[in-house]
């Protein structure tokens, strides 16, 4: 059973930072390309950041500059550090495992807010 998944969620200031984490189990990690994707209300989800099982990283035009995506083959995690959070960073934040399937957590919501 494939389960991914999130913590590290809540409110935050603006300019302030969020370390999200996603702890996966029941899937080969090291080979499958991992994300963070988020919704906010009303609107699509969207892709924020991957990380390929090579290390390479994309990332959203929009969150260049001040989020980080790593990962940990070791402990099968996925960790999101933002910086210089922005309102419109609000969202509910999923992380994905993609390979020949795509898995999806939870989610946890992210606030920016004064």
């Known amino acids: 059973q494939v389960q991914l998944v999130e913590s590290g969620g809540g409110l935050v200031q603006p300019g302030g930072s969020l370390k999200l984490s996603c702890a996966a189990s029941?899937?080969?990690?090291?080979?499958?390309?991992m994300g963070w994707y988020r919704q906010a209300p009303g609107k699509q989800r969207e892709l924020v950041a991957s990380?390929?099982?090579?290390?390479?990283?994309n990332y959203a035009d929009s969150v260049k500059g001040r989020f980080t995506i790593s990962r940990d083959n070791a402990k099968k995690t996925v960790n999101l550090q933002m910086n210089s959070l922005k309102p419109e960073d609000t969202a509910v934040y999923y992380c994905?495992?993609?390979?020949?399937?795509?898995?999806w957590g939870q989610g946890t919501q992210v606030t920016v807010s004064s």
């Open positions: 990380i390929s099982s090579s290390g390479s990283t």
């Open positions: 029941g899937i080969l990690f090291s080979i499958y390309t």
């Open positions: 994905n495992a993609a390979r020949m399937y795509r898995y």
